[in-house]
Nanobody, 116 residues
Framework: QVQLAESGGGLVQPGGSLRLSCVASGSSFSSYVMSWYRQAPGKERELVARYSSAEDVTHYADSVKGRFTISRDNAKKTVYLQMNNLKPDDTAMYYC?????????WGQGTQVTVSS
């Protein structure tokens, strides 16, 4: 089972930017579908962005299209989430997810707070 560690969260003003990173352990990273999810207090966890390197396909939630970009470096076993023009509604705990043939793994999360 792959282990994931997120970093890069923090406090940022509206309109600012952050880049989240998620480093994976283990092998076969390139075969995993990597995703970012987020969960705000009192709300359900929601998909933010997904990247399937096998198909070279990305998917974004409507609320982040044009502002967030997911990318991955298979050699570094890392997936990134570049977040631009952040809004207060983006405040949440952000989680990295790896989906493979043997199941799904989650990281511990990194907090993003957008506030003036």
């Amino acid at each position: 089972q792959v282990q994931l560690a997120e970093s890069g969260g923090g406090l940022v003003q509206p309109g600012g930017s952050l880049r989240l990173s998620c480093v994976a352990s283990g092998s076969s990273f390139s075969s995993y579908v990597m995703s970012w999810y987020r969960q705000a207090p009192g709300k359900e966890r929601e998909l933010v962005a997904r990247y399937s390197s096998a198909e070279d396909v990305t998917h974004y939630a409507d609320s982040v299209k044009g502002r967030f970009t997911i990318s991955r470096d298979n050699a570094k076993k890392t997936v990134y989430l570049q977040m631009n023009n952040l809004k207060p509604d983006d405040t949440a705990m952000y989680y990295c997810n790896a989906l493979g043939l043997r199941g799904s793994s989650w990281g511990q999360g990194t907090q993003v707070t957008v506030s003036s």
